[in-house]
C-alpha cells in the first residue's frame, strides 16, 4: 500500500502516540480534569501545558483555544455559534462555494433560519478575488468564513487581507485552517483572524480532538452548542479528554520544531510527481501550483472516469474530491466552483504528501498513474457524434 | 461491513479485462447514456456468436459487466443478444442499486448489438 491522503488524514506521530499512551494506563494520569482532587489537578496541569504547545505554534494564547473534537466540530461552533452572538446585530454571512462541507452545511442550517448568505465564486485558480468580498460586504454583515488551505486543491487564500477588510468593517472572519495548523506558518498574534478552526489529526495527532481560537477583541465571541457543565467558560461543556489534548499539545510541537523542514520535503515530493505525469496528454492542475500549500496536487485528466481510475491505481490510496465526498458519485462541487466540466471534475484525483512519504512512493505512484491512464483510454471508445 | 464498493468478482474483471477491445471486422453498436458510453462488438459465423470485444468509459462496475457479458456470450446464439438482460450481471457482481441504471445501458448496446447483428445476417440471406 502507498499512502498518498495526508489531506485526509495523517498518522499519529510515534512521540505524540507515546505522550497520549502515557497518560492513559493506570501508571499515568487518568484522571478527570474536572475533580478537584490531586489526581485532577494534574490533569489539568498536562493541558494547561498542551496547550501552551499549541498556542506557541500560533503565536497566540493558550486561553484563548477552545477544545473541540474536531475541525468540524470547531467550525460549527464558530459559525453557529458567531452567527447567533451576533444576530442582533444584523443576519448576513459571507463565505466561499469552495468550503469544506463543516462550513457549508452550518451556513445552509443559517440560511434555514432566515439568515442571508452570500456565496462567493473563486476565480479559476481556486482563489478569492479581494474585491469581490468587498462588494459583498453590507452593513448587516457579522461573519466572514474563509478557509486558509483548501482541502481539496490545496489552494492558499491570504487570510491576512481578508481579514484586514473584515476588522475596517468590524465583521467576524472565521478561518477553517484544519489543512493548514502546523503545516503552513501561522501567526494569531498578528494575523487579523477572530476565529480559527483546527484539529490534530491532519498534523499528526490523534483522531478526536480539535480546537477554536477565539480572540481576545470586543465582540469576538461565539454563544454554545452543547450544554451540560461548566468545563471551557461554558463554550464547550464536556469532559475535556485530557490524553487527546496532550497529544494535540506534542503533535503542535514537533510540527512546530519541524515544519521548515516538512514544507521543504513536501515541496520536493510534489514537484517530483508533477514533473513524472506532467507531459500525459489532457492533464491539468485544479489549483495554483506556484502559491498552493505543496503537500496537495489536484489533478485532472481529459477522456478518464475518475471512479476507474481511483480503482486501477489501487494499491495507492488516493481521494477523488474529499474524503469527506468519497461516497458520492457527484463531481466535486469544489472543482465544479472553479469551472471544470463535470467530466473533468470527475476525473480528478487528489495525491497528498505527508512526512512518511519516500521518493519511491512518488515513482511507483507515477508509474501506476501513467499506466492506469494507458489502460482506461485504451478501452474507451470514441464519442458517439 | 465491509467498507468495499466493490466485490471480488467486480475487482477481478476490472483488473483483467481480457475482451477490451473490438476485433478487427467486427459489428458493432455504441450507446452514450448515464455517464456511460459502450462499444460492443461481435464477429459472427452463421447464427453463432464467435467473438466479442468490447470498449467502455465509465465506473468499475461497468467496465466489469461487460467484461463479464463478452466472456459468458461468445459461443453461443446470436438470437440471445436480442433479449438479453443485464438482471443477471447486476447480481453477479453486487452491483449496488444506484448504478442500476448505468449496468441498463449495457443491456442497451447489447440488445441493439443483436438487432445489428440480426440485420447483417438476413440481408445475406
Redesign the interface.
Known sequence: MIYLDYAASTPVDAHVAEAMTALMTVAGNYANPSSTHAAGRRSVEYIAHAAGQLADLLNTDADRLIWTSGATESDNLAILGGAYFRQKRGRHLITMRTEHKAVTDPMNVLERQGFEVTWLDPESNGVLDIAKLEVAMRDDTQLVSIMHVNNETGVVQDVRKIGAICRERNVLLHVDAAQSVGKLPIDLGSWPVDLMSMTAHKVYGPKGIGALYIADRPGVHVDPLLFGGGQQRRLRPGTLPAQQIVAFGVAADVARLRMQDDLAHLTVMRDRFWSGISDLPGISINGDFESGFPGILNVSIE?I?G??LL??LEPICVATGSACNSKS?EPSYVLRALGLSDELAQSAIRFSFGRPTRSEDIDFAIERYRSAIEM?R???????A | MSNDPYSARTRELFAAPAHAGCPDGALSATIEDQGVRIRLAAICAGDEITALGFEAWGCPHVIAAAEAFCASYEHRPVVELLDFSASDLMQSLSVPVEKAGRILVIEDAVRSLGSIVREALDSKD
Open positions: 477522456g472516469e471512479e476507474s480503482l486501477a458519485q482506461l485504451r478501452i474507451a471508445p470514441e464519442r458517439v
